[in-house]
């Protein structure tokens, strides 16, 4: 061997082959493999065989079939197969490796023809690294980045939604820096403030308009919120570009960042003018006659208490000018309460007119108005006085289309210089006076005389005759019928007390009860009409279709009953003596009852209310105090009274609406016209009653429509 084949090394022969392919075979980790045409494998690496937990014997001629899952080894079957036909390697295919218990893992493949030493093919060898964990690395990246886009689109979509939200709001919306400089304002914002977003960013508001009322409780609000980091409640009222007063309600809450340190203020500050205006005509509505305007006797009442305190202080008299329209009824009659109306306007025109300007004039109800003067000099001021009121209302009345109305009024006056005397008894005294004044051809007026009037008062009379009117069985029951405004559907009745008097002809309640509750009669009288009602209930009801809806029956209770100790009993008496459900039966109570907490009235309406009785408040709307009160108390049914304005739609859709917020239905009192019909069936109003709807009818009368309202199909 000459030295340039000695320094070369020795030739490579067949027994080094295989000392190559040992050592590859037997150090590799990878898998590596060799097969025959038929793809069974001839020899592998050591590392194949442990990958597969077999020896490389146990390896020998079996094929991708015994070791994968079967669409796994088919899909590597096909690329051996086309590698021998077109001698084409495969290199550097990433493939997921499946095998018979399931398991997968990531590889990196190459595969090429295995050749004999004359160049035929003779079958495949090929080498897989396994690369599962870079792959399962790269997923996770894949779906890591995929969340984070997606995330970063869903902060797109909220801050897009939030954008939308806050430029579309009707709330004004702010938030403020420490320092109380404005960091964001919305549309609506710079509405409420006059300016565009650049001129407010980075100023206060006290930069911006210095003078402003309600500036330092405004910033005194802000920062209260930034030192004690908790919410609160602000409201202001605001003078707007356009000269009207606004009133306006701010939530204000902290800003905190992640640390949960206050860093600024949001505020949203909502328009609640229009709640305002409906919350001063309620309580306007609360001490306000609704057809005159004047005073009510709520707020009469509370003024002449106010007077009296004023003669404690300073001594002085005090007058009551009681005004009673004669023969008031007969406009009404013949006219209609819409004239009857413009009669009692102008009526309260003219007294105000009459009076000084610190006088009070109310109106009680009805035909009955007072006037409230205080510092009364002497007896002749009040004879001057009742004077000009006898004669200014016996002018005639222009009302209607052209109708001359030729009126007169009865007029009593009484006075009192004690501070102690009671506001109740100075008011009956003037009633008193003016039934004199009716007593002797009315149409004047009469100053009360104590000793005189009372012996000759006319109510005395009158609850006399009273006292025998059940007994004699002159009294009868009248039955207005109840109606669904949705469907016309006849509901019930409410049974409505008359008194056929032998002399003075059938008497009205507003004619007598009066009389019968000074006089402490009705306790009797009231349960009269209780049992009579029952009876007639049971009586229709017996007579009734079995498949008919159930009938109710409303009876009006006044607050002397309420306050007996014996009513909650005597209902329940007169419910099982007539087999009547107490679902049936609607008790009505004045509103004026409910206006004091007497906790005689509510301990007896819990107790009917726990009983199953149907309870309803009459004449509602007011009073903003027994508005606040229905919560507390178990009432069933909302009556309205007669609106005469329905143009005061707002405060009428609030009744409504609170009633219904508390789970209460409505009833529309005195519907006399199709257009109160149309309003209180668009503001939601349940049911109703009125002439429009049903006149007061006897029993006869009240079973022919019974029998009426049967034979229509439903």
């Known amino acids: 061997m000459s030295a340039d084949d000695r320094a070369r090394g020795p030739a490579p022969d067949e027994s080094m082959d295989r000392i190559w392919i040992r050592n590859l075979l037997d150090s590799a980790d990878e898998v590596i493999y060799f097969k025959d045409l038929q793809s069974r494998f001839l020899r592998v690496s050591l590392g194949m065989a442990r990958r597969h937990g077999l020896t490389r014997e146990q390896c020998y001629l079996l094929t991708d079939f015994d070791l994968f899952a079967e669409e796994h080894a088919a899909a590597a079957l096909a690329d051996e197969q086309q590698i021998i036909r077109t001698g084409e390697p495969i290199i550097d295919i990433e493939e997921c490796e499946s095998f018979v218990d399931g398991s997968t893992r990531w590889v990196s493949t190459s595969k090429f023809p295995l050749r004999d030493l004359d160049g035929r093919i003779i079958g495949t060898f090929g080498i897989s690294r396994d690369i599962t964990r870079r792959v399962v690395a790269e997923q996770a990246m894949e779906r890591l980045a995929e969340r984070s886009a997606a995330a970063s689109a869903e902060l797109a979509r909220v801050e897009a939604q939030l954008r939308a939200v806050l430029n ?21 914002g710079e509405r409420l403030r006059g300016m565009a977003l ?80 409906a919350e001063r005509a309620l309580a306007h509505q609360a001490m306000h006659d609704p057809v005159t305007g004047l005073a009510n006797r709520y707020l009469l009442m509370d003024r002449l208490g106010q007077a009296m305190l004023r003669l404690e202080r300073h001594s002085g008299r005090v007058a009551l000018v009681f005004i009673d329209l004669d023969h008031f009824k007969t406009i009404n009659d013949s006219y209609g309460h819409e004239v009857g109306d413009e009669v009692l306007v102008e009526l309260a025109r003219r007294l105000s007119s009459v009076g000084r300007r610190e006088d009070t004039v109310a109106r009680l109800g009805g035909d009955e108005f007072v006037m409230l003067c205080e510092n009364i000099a002497g007896d002749a001021d009040l004879h001057d006085l009742a004077a000009r009121v006898v004669a200014t209302l016996s002018e005639p009345f222009a009302v209607g289309n052209g109708l001359q109305l030729a009126l007169s009024a009865s007029v009593g006056v009484s006075v009192t210089s004690d501070p102690h005397a009671r506001p109740a008894d100075l008011l009956r005294d003037a009633d008193t006076a003016m039934y004199r004044v009716k007593q002797h051809g009315r149409n004047g007026y009469h100053l009360f005389d104590d000793s005189a009037d009372r012996e000759n008062d006319d109510h005395l009379q009158l ?89 109710s029956m409303a009876v009006n209770v006044s607050g002397s009953q309420l306050r007996s100790g014996g009513f909650v009993d005597q209902v329940r008496g007169a419910l099982a003596a007539h087999g009547i459900a107490p679902s049936a039966l609607r008790l009505e109570i004045g509103e004026r009852e409910l206006i004091h907490d007497d906790p005689r009235i509510e301990s007896t309406l819990s107790a009917l209310g726990a009983m199953g009785v149907q309870l309803v408040v009459d004449d509602f709307g007011a009073s903003v105090t027994s508005l606040a009160r229905l919560p507390r108390i178990p009432v069933s049914v909302v009556k309205l009274a007669r609106f005469a304005d329905l143009g005061q739609r707002e405060v009428v859709a609030a009744v409504i609406a609170t009633a219904h917020g508390l789970g209460m239905s409505v009833v529309g009192g005195g519907i006399e016209d199709a257009e109160q019909l149309a309003q209180l069936s668009a503001l939601s109003c349940d049911d109703g009653q009125g002439f429009l709807l049903g006149r007061p009818l006897d029993e006869a009368g009240a079973e022919r429509l019974l029998h009426g309202a049967r034979a229509v199909p439903t």
């Open 168 to 188: 579309g709001s009707s709330d004004a919306i702010a938030q403020y820096s420490p320092d109380l400089r404005y960091r964001y304002v919305n549309p609506a």
């Open 198 to 277: 650049e001129d407010l960013i980075g100023r206060t508001d006290r930069e911006i308009v210095p003078d402003i009322p309600g500036l330092d409780a405004w910033e005194s609000a802000l920062r209260e919120v930034l030192s004690t980091g908790a919410p609160r409640e602000h409201e202001f009222s605001l003078v707007l570009h356009d000269g009207r007063e606004g009133w306006f309600h701010t939530t204000m809450s902290p800003e905190t960042d992640v640390s949960g340190a206050v860093v600024g203020v949001l505020t949203s500050t909502r328009d609640v003018t229009q709640a305002k205006l």
């Open 463 to 551: 609850a006399a005759e009273l006292q025998h009117a059940v007994e004699r069985g002159q009294l009868t029951l009248a039955y207005q019928p109840l109606l669904s405004l949705s469907d016309q559907r006849l509901l019930g009745f409410e049974a409505l007390l008359r008194w056929r008097h032998p002399s003075r002809g059938t008497l009205l309640p507003a004619e007598f009860l009066p009389t019968a509750e000074r006089a402490g009669l009705m306790g009797q009288i009231g349960a009269w009409v209780l049992d009579a009602a029952c009876a007639r209930l049971a009586a229709w009801t017996r007579h009734a279709p079995r498949d008919d809806a159930p009938l």
